[in-house]
């Protein structure tokens, strides 16, 4: 019975096919910037109030959700599509959103990009808190599906 198993199995391994080669996928390391990329260049957009800039960086569908802290400790959830989110109409002042140290987790076809960031309205701290971008290749890019950051006026660093 043994030596029944053992030939079955030599001639199925002799008449195996090679597996296809799956798309060749960007290096890990690159995968991680081209997708920080995009979320600095919907930073940048909103920093610069270009809509069609942070538009660019979407998915057609996706939300935004914003957690406002105060410092008693109330919370208020605010949810917005993606014209609310891209930005508002031109002004003088001059915003700056950064997320100087984001972090990166990607799986397949999905990543998020994490971390504290700052915004500053004339040079000026408006506020802080904690962003998640979840993104998903899409046509070969990284696009950003989803949203969420956190808001507090109170005990942010520079």
């Not at 296809?20 to 995968?31: E, M, R, V």
């Not at 260049?41 to 914003?66: C, E, F, W, Y």
Request: glycine letters at 8%; proline letters at 5%.
């Amino acid at each position: 019975m043994m030596l029944v198993l053992l030939l079955a199995v030599a001639t199925e391994a002799a008449t195996a096919q090679p597996m296809q080669k799956a798309a060749t996928l960007p290096s890990p390391d690159a995968d991680k910037a081209a997708a920080i990329a995009s979320v600095h260049a919907a930073l940048a957009g909103i920093s610069a109030r270009d809509k069609r800039a942070v538009l660019a960086q979407m998915r057609p569908v996706g939300t935004a959700t914003a957690v406002m802290e105060k410092a008693d400790g109330t919370v208020t959830i605010r949810n917005a599509d993606w014209n609310a989110y891209a930005g508002s109409d031109p002004g003088p002042e001059r915003y700056e959103e950064r997320m100087p140290d984001p972090k990166v987790e990607i799986e397949g076809a999905m990543a998020t990009v994490s971390g504290r960031y700052t915004f500053s309205i004339d040079g000026k701290l408006g506020h802080c808190g904690f962003q998640r971008f979840d993104l998903v290749r899409d046509e070969g890019r990284w696009k950003i599906q989803n949203v969420t950051w956190s808001v507090r006026t109170w005990g942010c660093e520079s």
